[in-house]
T-cell receptor
Framework: NAGVMQNPRHLVRRRGQEARLRCSPM?????VYWYRQLPEEGLKFMVY????????ESGMPKERFSAEFPKEGPSILRIQQVVRGDSAAYFC?????????????FGQGTRLTVV | DAKTTQPPSMDCAEGRAANLPCNHS???????VYWYRQIHSQGPQYIIH???NNETNEMASLIITEDRKSSTLILPHATLRDTAVYYC?????????FGAGTRLTVKP
């Protein structure tokens, strides 16, 4: 059973371009969580999605950022018109269900560099 | 998530037990205590979780006080590869909020 797969592992974008980060959850997992980690800082929750639904997006910046988790295919975190401050590691996690007594498993992250 | 408090850093000698404390005095009855760690800049790794009973797995043991206001993660025989930032989270719905954690350095 493969773990949580994120791609690309490294992504370089020029200012103003779009960045698309993909996350394939573990088999059987229908809940996905995205986190951002700025250099030398902690993990910040961004958004929690279930298949075709956004459950909690309280950590998402109000502009330029969006996330989806379609019925088929990976979850996508999309950043439009990237700026230097978007340079960070983006991690996703998945779990089979929500609620108590359920651990989440993380991918190895996508390192986004905006030049 | 209930607020958790952890020391910012700790050292441990290789081969000795590492005991990492966490305070979660406002934890609610249905919140579990989760521990994750992040080695260098890798993705966080799940370690263990529990509600009120002590738990043990192949990685660590989790001791939760009877009043559930604090817990201790125990790595029984720390190795250099256990050097990481360790996060304690009190949570009941999995969209976990990470604090600053404890930076554990295992020294030879």
């Amino acid at each position: 059973n493969a773990g949580v797969m994120q791609n690309p592992r490294h992504l370089v974008r020029r200012r103003g371009q779009e960045a698309r980060l993909r996350c394939s959850p573990m088999k059987g997992h229908s809940h996905v969580y995205w986190y951002r980690q700025l250099p030398e800082e902690g993990l910040k929750f961004m958004v929690y999605l279930q298949k075709e639904n956004i459950i909690d997006e309280s950590g998402m910046p109000k502009e330029r950022f969006s996330a989806e988790f379609p019925k088929e295919g990976p979850s996508i975190l999309r950043i439009q018109q990237v700026v230097r401050g978007d340079s960070a590691a983006y991690f996703c996690a998945s779990s089979p269900r929500t609620g108590t007594n359920t651990e989440a498993f993380f991918g190895q992250g996508t390192r986004l560099t905006v030049v | 998530d209930a607020k958790t408090t952890q020391p910012p850093s700790m050292d441990c000698a290789e081969g000795r037990a590492a005991n990492l404390p966490c305070n979660h005095s406002t934890i609610s009855g249905n919140e579990y205590v989760y521990w994750y760690r992040q080695i260098h800049s890798q993705g966080p790794q799940y370690i263990i979780h529990g509600l009120k009973n002590n738990e043990t797995n192949e990685m660590a043991s989790l001791i939760i006080t009877e009043d559930r206001k604090s817990s201790t993660l125990i790595l029984p025989h720390a190795t250099l590869r256990d050097t990481a930032v360790y996060y304690c989270i009190a949570n009941n719905n999995n969209d976990m909020r990470f604090g600053a954690g404890t930076r554990l350095t295992v020294k030879p």
